[in-house]
Nanobody, 118 residues
Framework: QVQLVESGGGSVQVGGSLRLSCAAS????????MGWHRQAPGKERESITS???????YYAASVRGRFTISRDDAKNAVYLQMNNLKPEDAGVYYC????????????WGQGTQVTVSA
């Protein structure tokens, strides 16, 4: 099973930007969907964005227009560019691998913390 390791989290001010990275232990070109999920304090984990091998993307309404997901299959990596960050974007961000956009992930990273301060 593919192992996923996130990096790039940290503290940023409102309106700032962060770029998260997810490094996979195996070839991700055979993994249909790579995604990012977020878990805010006291809330359930939610899917915020995904990208398929064909380039189809999904964005939750809360991040659409501010976040951009990308995947580099040659590097076995997935990225999340986050711009214009808001306090409600704070939480632990998890990278995931799934067999389809509507499929539950079969592998998760350990998460990386994002803090957004005023």
């Amino acid at each position: 099973q593919v192992q996923l390791v996130e990096s790039g989290g940290g503290s940023v001010q409102v309106g700032g930007s962060l770029r998260l990275s997810c490094a996979a232990s195996e070839n991700i070109s055979v993994i249909n969907t790579m995604g990012w999920h977020r878990q805010a304090p006291g809330k359930e984990r939610e899917s915020i964005t995904s990208v398929t091998t064909g380039g189809t993307t999904y964005y939750a309404a809360s991040v659409r227009g501010r976040f951009t997901i990308s995947r580099d299959d040659a590097k076995n990596a997935v990225y999340l560019q986050m711009n214009n960050l808001k306090p409600e974007d704070a939480g632990v961000y998890y990278c995931s691998a799934a067999r389809g956009l509507s499929r539950a992930p079969f592998s998760w990273g350990q998460g990386t913390q994002v803090t957004v301060s005023a």
